[in-house]
């Protein structure tokens, strides 16, 4: 019903900036909360930004002012803008649309890979 799909991973050197985007289509209603999760080769996943269909915004503490998350809901897109990056941003990171109360609505993309040399 929905698909998201990521874009923009890539290699970065400490201190640069990268920018992912993700275009959803399909059924998705812009009432979803949209993020972005990381994980790690033997890390969990983690969150790392959402932003409600409002605009309102829920960081990881260790990403908090380097990170910024949007969303263009005409697009049916959401970015994310790291700045700053530091080796432990390096993981793969997954685009995530979720109904506010149906957690039966909760999809994924297939990440992309954002690695930070070191």
């Known amino acids: 019903q929905v698909q998201l799909v990521e874009s923009g991973g890539g290699l970065v050197q400490p201190g640069g900036s990268l920018r992912l985007s993700c275009a959803a289509s399909?059924?998705?209603?812009?009432?979803?909360?949209m993020g972005w999760y990381r994980q790690a080769p033997g890390k969990q996943r983690e969150l790392v930004a959402v932003?409600?269909?409002?605009?309102?915004?829920v960081y990881a503490d260790s990403v908090e002012g380097r990170f910024t998350v949007s969303r263009d809901n005409a697009k049916k897109t959401v970015s994310l803008q790291m700045n700053s990056l530091k080796p432990e941003d390096t993981a793969v990171y997954y685009c995530?649309?979720?109904?506010?109360?149906?957690?039966?609505?909760?999809?994924w993309g297939q990440g992309t890979q954002v690695t930070v040399s070191s």
């Open positions: 932003i409600s269909s409002g605009g309102t915004t």
């Open positions: 399909g059924s998705i209603s812009n009432i979803y909360r």
């Open positions: 995530n649309a979720r109904h506010p109360l149906l957690s039966v609505y909760d999809f």
